[in-house]
Each structure stands twice: as structure tokens, then as C-alpha cells.
């Protein structure tokens, strides 16, 4: 097995890129507009993220991302930071794992997450 772990900048990087990707292919990415996004969870295996498309501070369209929407975008960010016979050599499928990190101070509490995208490798038959 080979774990990928991508951590929290990389996958709101992703999600934006793919939601970006979505208006633009649906016609409804005006020039100049701003995309939020809001991850949230009730538990760390059911990550789930709100996007708000904006325009001069009015609110043009929200987009939902499910657990499986994200599980894929995590899996192919972990499949884009692996070389091409490295990538032939897993099998299709991956296990997603999420995990939410506290990182405290004296006044502030921010919550991250991590993600790990394990592989399978395909066996190699002797021969």
C-alpha cells in the first residue's frame, strides 16, 4: 500500500479548481466573481464543503460538494504528485481517510484537515 497525504491548503486548492472548472463548463463563471468555500463536517469521515459564488457582494450561485465528490478530487490531487509508472502501478480504487487537527493558542483555535489517500499496488505476477 502507498499513502499520498495532502494537507488542508492543497485540498481547498483542488476543490476551488474543480468548482471553478464546473461554472466555467456551465456557463456561469462571470468575469470578475469570487468563490468562498466552507468545509464542514460532522464527523471527520463526512467532509463536506459549501461553495458561494459572488459578484459585487451578491450571491450568484451555491454549489455542494459530498463526501464522495471530495474523496475523488483528494484522490486524483494524490494521483497528480505521482509519476506515470508509479500511477500504472496502483489499482483503481483508494480509501480516503480524513483527519481534523485543533492547532490552540492563548485566543484562537483553528481547525485544519489532513487528508490520506492510500493505494493499492498491483501485484507483479513472477514470471
Known amino acids: 500500500m502507498r499513502t499520498v497525504q495532502l494537507d488542508h491548503s492543497e485540498i481547498i486548492r483542488a476543490t476551488q479548481k474543480a468548482m471553478v472548472s ?3 463548463r456551465d456557463g456561469r463563471l462571470p468575469k470578475g466573481a469570487e468563490l468562498g468555500l466552507t468545509f464542514y463536517s460532522h464527523s471527520p469521515e463526512d467532509m463536506q464543503v ?5 459578484l459585487g457582494g451578491r450571491v450568484l ?12 478530487i483528494a484522490t486524483q490531487s494524490a494521483l497528480d504528485r505521482r509519476s506515470g509508472a508509479e ?3 496502483y489499482l483503481p480504487q483508494a480509501q480516503v481517510r ?17 487528508v490520506d489517500v492510500e493505494f493499492q499496488e498491483r501485484r507483479v505476477k513472477a514470471g
Open 50 to 54: 459549501l461553495g458561494t459564488l459572488r
Open 61 to 72: 450561485h451555491r454549489l455542494r460538494g459530498t463526501r464522495q465528490q471530495l474523496c475523488a
Open 22 to 24: 464546473q461554472l466555467h
Open 87 to 89: 500511477k500504472r502501478g
Open 98 to 114: 480524513w483527519r481534523l487537527v485543533e492547532f490552540r493558542s492563548d485566543d484562537e483555535i483553528v481547525d485544519r484537515f489532513i
